[in-house]
């Protein structure tokens, strides 16, 4: 599996989550990396992009204003920070890489990669 992600769990409402996407056998530098969930029961979601350079992002607006996405490409590794969590944001959440090397990502982009996923129950 090329990418890994990690970091899912059980939160509180209100409570902060940071998921990491890590990869296995490529190196991200020249990919976009977007984040999806779904939903127990509804589909696929794109939840947030960020370019291959680092230099834009994109945001859903369910989660505008709580999630942030950062990349480190000396780790190869991609970070989703999810504050202000909701119990709308429970569910399987992925990580998806596209080869690029320039550009800006966008959430309805085909993605040449894909993790297995990580579960995220927001609940008291």
């Known amino acids: 599996v090329p990418l890994v992600e990690s970091g899912g769990g059980l939160v509180q409402p209100g409570g902060s989550l940071r998921l990491s996407c890590a990869t296995s056998?490529?190196?991200?530098?020249?990919?976009?990396v977007n984040w999806f969930r779904q939903a127990p029961g509804k589909e696929v979601e794109g939840v947030s992009c960020i370019s291959s350079s680092g230099g834009s992002t994109t945001y859903a607006n369910s989660v505008k204003g709580r999630f942030t996405l950062s990349r480190d490409n000396a780790k190869n590794t991609v970070y989703l920070q999810m504050n202000n969590l909701k119990p709308e944001d429970t569910g399987v959440y992925y990580c998806a890489a596209l080869g690029s090397l320039a550009g800006d990502c966008h959430l309805s982009d085909g993605m040449d990669y894909w993790g297995k996923g990580t579960l995220v129950t927001v609940s008291s």
């Open positions: 056998g490529f190196t991200l530098d020249y990919y976009h």
